[in-house]
């Protein structure tokens, strides 16, 4: 090992959407290093995220990433015990330049390499600044690509007990916003600017999928937002657009909480968590603190730049595969459609 301990440091990658990001992790937990280079600027005036581009800019971007994550860390590649990367899930041609830099890496040094579950990184952005917290818990992980209401059973060990019929919640947020002309990355402008409206100004509905009680939909909410919209334009009413966030937001935020909390009585556990982009929002976390007192539920978050997508999680949740034993091969491959829990 290169530390002289039994500490274990980890680099970590990841590429798998508009992130090109590098971190230095020790023990799971202390992050020595998080850069990120953000593509959003980028894509930003096609209205979402471009594959191809994304691509390209993490090939341009990668090796600049890493060499300033290991100075800032101050480590050299021989000073470390492995490499983690994220191989799924995400955009195929994004997911390969991580996979195959730390699949080069990994060569060339000899160190062990872990392939990481992207989602399986974002929950555990939460044992970088809550060192208390350990398995098991509920996490609710809302992002661009995902809602899923998860059962942490352990360390690499995951039920999901509730995911979305249709949109992402972070999806709906991007839609929304692209509606009333706020532009790409919608959740941060939505955040932004429901401050500045009322949020019972609009009565958009709070979906519930019948067969699942833990269930999310947000296509319905998308739609009543564009409906809202269009009947404003044919009678020739003003739209006050921050009102019209701040009931969107409201009406999520409102879905989110009622069915995780609910799950995390229900299964009898008494820590929740909440990860991705959309834990980012100010208004949710209030939501969650605020409920999760009245409930008696200790409730955990990373800070926001640990909420978006960035390596220092990768390094989280690899330093949790590297420990109990799993190493992955050359052969290990972008998977962008991976299953949460499942194990190449
Ligand atoms: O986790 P993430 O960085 O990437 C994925 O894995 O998808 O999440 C990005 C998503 C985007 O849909 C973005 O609009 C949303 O997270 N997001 C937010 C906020 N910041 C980012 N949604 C609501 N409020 C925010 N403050
Ligand atoms: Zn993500």
Do not use: W
Not at 163 to 184: N, S
Not at 278 to 307: D, T, W
Request: proline share 3%.
């Amino acid at each position: 090992m290169g530390a002289d301990n039994q500490d274990v440091v980890l680099l970590a990658i990841e590429s798998s959407c508009d992130e090109t990001a590098a971190a230095v992790v020790k023990n799971g937990r202390e992050v020595f290093s998080n850069v990120i280079y953000s593509q959003i600027a980028l894509h930003t005036q096609y209205g979402g995220v471009v594959p191809e581009i994304a691509s390209r800019k993490h090939i341009e971007k990668i090796n600049q990433v890493i060499e300033q994550a290991l100075s800032d860390a101050g480590k050299t590649l021989q000073e470390l015990d492995g490499i983690a990367v994220t191989y799924g899930p995400g955009l195929v041609g994004a997911l390969l330049v991580g996979v195959s830099e730390a699949k080069a890496i990994s060569f060339a040094t000899g160190l062990p390499l872990i392939g990481v579950h992207h989602i399986e990184g974002h929950i555990s952005a939460n044992y970088i600044e809550n060192k208390e917290l350990e398995p098991p818990f509920v996490c609710l992980v809302a992002s661009g690509g995902h809602s899923h209401l998860v059962v942490v059973k352990d360390y690499g060990k995951y039920e999901i007990i509730g995911r979305t019929r249709d949109d992402a919640a972070g999806e709906a947020f991007d839609k929304v916003a692209r509606a009333i002309g706020l532009g790409y990355p919608g959740g941060p402008k939505i955040d932004k600017l429901s401050k500045e409206g009322n949020p019972d100004a609009i009565q958009f509905p709070r979906a519930r999928v019948n067969e699942s009680e833990y269930d999310f939909s947000f296509s319905g909410l998308k739609s009543a937002v564009l409906n809202y919209l269009n009947g404003c334009q044919m009678k020739g009413m003003a739209v006050n657009r921050a009102d019209v966030a701040a009931s969107f937001q409201k009406a999520v935020i409102d879905v989110l909480v009622e069915h995780s909390i609910h799950a995390v009585k229900e299964f009898g556990y008494d820590k929740f968590a909440i990860a991705g982009g959309v834990a980012s929002n100010s208004s949710l976390r209030k939501a969650f603190e605020v409920r999760c007192k009245q409930e008696g539920i200790m409730f955990y978050h990373p800070s926001p730049i640990y909420c978006t997508d960035n390596a220092a999680m990768i390094g989280a949740a690899g330093y949790y595969e590297f420990i109990r034993g799993a190493r992955s091969g050359y052969d290990l491959n972008a998977v962008p459609g991976l299953k949460l829990g499942a194990r190449e």
